[in-house]
């Protein structure tokens, strides 16, 4: 009975450093004063559909992305209302693109909240970095 035990905090160290391992891409992007990073894996980039903004509309809609967001953030019960939102590409994806949404948000000091969306309806909450003092 003891193998066993070992066996399972084996395998689960494993597959959290495997998790940890996996090619990330990393996001840096300036949302009007702030400053945000964002990390996505490779392979949820893979899985997101590519979008020609010149040939036809998004493959998630602005109404489905803000769905998105509120299904997301909902257990925290801390995120309010939409502030802003954009869509950008995807740093040197041409073909895959994602939104940015601000939302308010109390319970932090910045008082917003950023979240990546991806155009598969991916939530991905951003890190907002703080500003130096001057």
Do not use: C
């Not at 905090?9 to 495997?18: D, F, H, M, Q, R």
């Not at 990390?39 to 769905?67: C, R």
């Not at 740093?91 to 939302?103: A, G, Q």
């Not at 939530?123 to 500003?131: L, S, T, Y």
């Amino acid at each position: 009975m003891k193998y066993y035990r070992f066996l399972f905090v084996a395998i689960l160290v494993l597959s959290t450093n495997a998790y940890a391992f996996q090619p990330k891409i990393e996001i840096i992007e300036q949302f009007d004063n702030l400053r945000m990073v964002a990390f996505i894996s490779v392979k949820d980039i893979n899985n997101d559909p590519e979008w020609n903004p010149d040939l036809d509309s998004p493959p998630l809609s602005v109404g489905d992305a803000i769905k998105a967001v509120k299904e997301f953030s909902k257990p925290s019960k801390t995120d309010g209302k939409i502030k802003e939102i954009e869509i950008r590409q995807v740093p040197n994806h041409e073909t895959r693109w994602h939104y940015l949404i601000k939302t308010t948000n109390d319970a932090m000091k910045t008082k917003m909240s950023i979240y990546v969306v991806l155009m598969n309806g991916k939530v991905i909450p951003a890190i907002i970095e703080p500003q130096g003092y001057k």
